[in-house]
């Protein structure tokens, strides 16, 4: 069962304007949540994370939005680029548990930034 | 440091035959990781190590899998035998003891015909 959902599949922005990327989790018990960016051919990068006792964290262009009451997190490109072009994955981890270091992924929204 | 470094790139056999599939970690790591990526499932964990001793296996698929890690520096995970439903990039990944963020080598992309 996906316990990391990204709903959108893909994305189109034009550069300059915002891109926010969805995530939705259903394990209460998360408690570090990830997003990591792909390109082609490469292995997924670490972007940026957030712990769930914040609900905002902030990295230059980049923010991740974590509602715990919705379950739910965002990532905020601003403003976006044509190479933040790449696929987004969402992850997280309970961090509490024997398998604290596992990463529960989803399946990742392709994002398209146009000139 | 050069990363996590994966090989091969690239694997085409053909069904029936053993695949070996090979990960250096980032040195001083504790911690590695090999995960699946399918259209299907999307990126799975199959196995994961600390100081070299198995974790959690949970996520491999059938005996047909295996993986191990004799040192800090090496670790394989072998398909035998392979089938076409196989098929799929395969990652590993490593982080260090005080430390969340896995780092994860360029993949391996299996193809079996």
């Known amino acids: 069962d996906q316990q990391v959902k990204q709903n959108s599949p893909s994305l189109s922005v034009q550069e300059g304007r915002i891109s926010i990327l969805n995530c939705d989790y259903t394990n209460s018990m998360f408690d570090y949540f990830l997003w990591y960016k792909k390109y082609p051919a490469e292995g997924p990068t670490f972007l940026i994370s957030i712990s769930s006792i914040k609900d905002k964290n902030e990295d230059g262009r980049f923010t991740v939005f974590l509602n715990k009451s919705a379950k739910h997190l965002s990532l905020h490109i601003v403003p976006s680029q044509p190479g933040d072009s790449a696929v987004y994955f969402c992850?997280?981890?309970?961090?509490?548990?024997?398998?604290?270091?596992?990463?529960?992924f989803g399946k990742g929204t392709s994002l398209l930034v146009t000139p | 440091d050069a990363g996590v470094i994966q090989s091969p790139r690239h694997e085409v056999t053909e069904m029936g035959q053993e695949v070996t599939l090979r990960c250096k970690p980032i040195s001083g790591h504790d911690y590695l990781f090999w995960y699946r990526q399918t259209m299907m499932r999307g990126l799975e964990l199959l196995i994961y190590f600390n100081n070299n001793v198995p974790i959690d296996d949970s996520g491999m698929p059938e005996d047909r899998f295996s993986a191990k890690m004799p040192n800090a520096s090496f670790s394989t995970l072998k398909i035998q035998p392979s089938e076409p439903r196989d098929s799929a990039v395969y990652f590993c990944?490593?982080?260090?003891?005080?430390?969340?963020?896995?780092?994860f080598g360029a993949g391996t992309r299996l193809s079996v015909l």
């Open positions: 992850a997280a981890s309970e961090l509490s548990s024997n398998s604290g270091y596992a990463l529960n």
């Open positions: 990944a490593s982080s260090s003891l005080t430390g969340y963020i896995q780092y």
